[in-house]
């Protein structure tokens, strides 16, 4: 199986500020089956980002993500007051999904 | 608009069985892989089950955590995606979400249910 290990584990910023959230993967994982997901308290999580890089559907364009292999970054450009949010990397291989363990991004 | 509402959740005791329901709207059920995905209380997200579409078998998927004693099956007719769970655990205890599979998107989940509780305890 392989395991999702993002860092950091919380992101403390103020609103304007730009965020760089990290997941390493303890295996090569396709770029087509990494997914960035956003959850906010008390809500179900929401897809932000599939096979890596491509925005979901609404997402808006501060949000963006990049990487390979094993490792790929969601990056905010601007903290919008609701982004402030937990995050999680996914990936898809040999029919089974993973999930890291997930980044808050907190107000500082 | 694209729902998901997850029903069936509650309390049950240990060893007890549990089926969940997914009822959908708003989309052609038939075409879309479905998936449940799991959170403890103040955890994070862990991947349970997931069915293929009947035109490629309609074949499941269930993490070792489960397997054996969870099953997901689907009624294309209804529209409707079903987590039956038997022998279950206190570890087991987590809200249970419904989700739609995306297979242009490499089988991301991108629509999901508001979740359902369940609480395995004595």
Partial sequence: ??????????????????????????????????????????????????????????????????GSGTDFTLTISRVDPEDFAVYYCQQHGNSRWTFGQGTKVEIK | ????????????????????????SG????????????????????????IRMKIYGGTTEHAASVEGRFSISRDDSKGIAYLQMNSLKTEDTAVYYCTRALRASGDTFDIWGQGTMVTVSS
């Fill in chain 1, 1 to 66: 199986e392989i395991v999702l290990t993002q860092s950091p584990d919380t992101l403390s910023l103020s609103p304007g500020e730009g965020a760089t959230l990290s997941c390493r993967a303890s295996q090569s994982v396709s770029s087509n089956y990494l997914a960035w997901y956003q959850q906010k308290p008390g809500q179900a999580p929401r897809l932000l980002i599939y096979g890596a890089s491509s925005r979901a559907t609404g997402i808006p364009d501060r949000f963006s993500g990049s």
């Fill in chain 2, 1 to 24: 608009e694209v729902q998901l509402v997850e029903s069936g959740g509650g309390l049950v005791q240990p060893g007890r069985s549990l089926r969940l329901s997914c009822t959908t």
């Fill in chain 2, 27 to 50: 989309f052609t059920f038939e075409d879309y892989p479905m998936s449940w995905v799991r959170q403890a209380p103040g955890k994070g997200l862990e991947w349970v089950a997931y």
